[in-house]
Every structure is written in structure tokens, then in C-alpha cells.
């Protein structure tokens, strides 16, 4: 079956840049999806198909993906962006979640 | 505003069957540009995917939960629902509905509820 690795931890400082990636083979065949979910809240889908921002997400959250690996990129990090992060992509009509990366602002 | 919320059982025997309900507001099931599904989550852990259903009746699920998942829908009330079989203590997860974005693929899952405990323990 089809993985998704993501790191379990990411720290950052306040104003800095966070990246957080999501490896799986050839992920670049496939769309790449990015969900935040914070601390006793329902995940919130923040990037789709690989580099769209839903409304109402900031321009600070950005994607990319190629090769093995996608990336969600926080530029301009806030407190407020503490979460846990979740990508998803779709196997063969399957979806298929990374385990999660905790972004730390400290 | 698109709104779904998860109501059923919040404890259930093992063994037994796991049995939720959505009920969609500001949205029809009956769109043909969404599916609608279920996720669920163990507590401190990450998310997995259970199934999504499709306004024409069509189904995908899970491989790995294949043989004992059902879900249905009921047009007249705006609602879908879950069935999970033979349940064990490890399947203890908050359970999300959410929207699934279809295009001719399968897409986003935007929005989900709030999500409801369910508790699996004699």
C-alpha cells in the first residue's frame, strides 16, 4: 500500500520561514493536499492540489511537489500557525494521510 | 455556509457495530461536484480515511476496513451514515464527516465537523 512520511516534529522561530515535507514514491504523479488541525480542532484543508490556497487561507501558506516530495511552506511564521500538519494524496481511488508533523513556534 | 455534524452512540461494545450519522446544512448531497466521507482519528494520533460516498449511491472505502464498512445515504433527510462491524478497542477515535471535493477525481476534504468520541470498551 502506499506511505506518506512526514517529519514528526517541526520548530521555528516567530517571522522565520517553516517547511514541512511529505515524502512518498513518485508523489509528483499525484495531487498533494495539506490539512492544519489545531489543538482540540477539526483539520482545515490549508493547500490543494499541490499549490492552491482554499479562500481565506493567508498568502503565507504555499505549496510545492516534485519528485518523491511535497512541501508546505509557512513564510512569515505566526504563533497562530502552531498545528499539527497533515498532507494527503490519493492512491488508486484510496486516500492516503502522512503521519503528521507537529509545527512548534517557539 | 456548508456545515456537517456527526451525531451517534459515543460508547459501543466490542464486537459490535459502530453506527454515525451526518446531517449536511447549506449544501445538498444530491451535488454532483462532492462525495461525502468519513475519517476518524485515535486520540493523539494521526488521521485515517474510512470511505466516501457519492450522490449516485457509489462507494469507496478503505481496503483495510473493506469487509466490515458500510455507508449509506438518505436524500430526503440530507444525510449520510456509517457502519463499522466487529468493532475492537483500537478503533476508540474521534470520527469526522467531511465534504469531499469531486471534479472526475477525487479531491479535498473541506469542510469536516467537529468530529464526535467514540469510545469502544465493554
Known amino acids: 500500500s502506499y506511505e506518506l512520511t512526514q517529519p514528526p516534529s517541526v520548530s521555528v522561530s516567530p517571522g522565520q520561514t517553516a517547511s514541512i515535507t511529505c515524502s512518498g514514491d513518485?508523489?509528483?504523479?499525484?495531487?498533494a493536499y495539506w490539512y492544519q488541525q489545531k489543538s482540540g480542532q477539526s483539520p482545515v484543508l490549508v493547500i490543494y492540489?499541490?499549490?492552491k490556497r482554499p479562500s481565506g487561507i493567508p498568502e503565507r501558506f504555499s505549496g510545492s511537489n516534485s519528485g518523491n516530495t511535497a512541501t508546505l511552506t509557512i513564510s512569515g511564521t505566526q504563533a497562530m500557525d502552531e498545528a499539527d500538519y497533515y498532507c494527503?494524496?490519493?492512491?488508486?481511488?484510496?486516500?492516503?494521510f502522512g503521519g503528521g508533523t507537529k509545527l512548534t513556534v517557539l | 455556509q456548508v456545515q456537517l455534524q456527526e451525531s451517534g452512540p459515543g460508547l459501543v461494545k466490542p464486537s459490535e457495530t459502530l453506527s454515525l450519522t451526518c446531517t449536511i446544512s447549506?449544501?445538498?448531497?444530491?451535488?454532483?461536484?462532492?462525495?461525502w466521507g468519513w475519517l476518524r482519528q485515535p486520540p493523539g494520533k494521526g488521521l485515517e480515511w474510512i470511505g466516501a460516498?457519492?450522490?449516485?449511491?457509489?462507494?469507496h472505502y478503505n481496503p483495510s476496513l473493506n469487509s466490515r464498512v458500510t455507508i449509506s445515504r438518505d436524500t430526503s433527510k440530507n444525510q449520510f451514515s456509517l457502519k463499522l462491524t466487529s468493532v475492537s478497542d483500537s478503533e476508540t477515535a474521534v470520527y469526522y464527516c467531511?465534504?469531499?471535493?469531486?471534479?472526475?477525481?477525487?479531491?479535498?476534504?473541506?469542510?469536516w465537523g467537529q468530529g464526535t468520541l467514540v469510545t469502544v470498551s465493554s
Open positions: 467531511a465534504r469531499l471535493g469531486y471534479g472526475g477525481n477525487l479531491n479535498w476534504f473541506a469542510p
Open positions: 447549506g449544501d445538498s448531497i444530491n451535488s454532483n461536484n462532492y462525495y
Open positions: 460516498i457519492y450522490y449516485t449511491g457509489r462507494t
Open positions: 513518485k508523489l509528483d504523479d499525484k495531487y
Open positions: 492540489q499541490d499549490t
Open positions: 494527503q494524496a490519493w492512491d488508486s481511488s484510496t486516500a492516503v
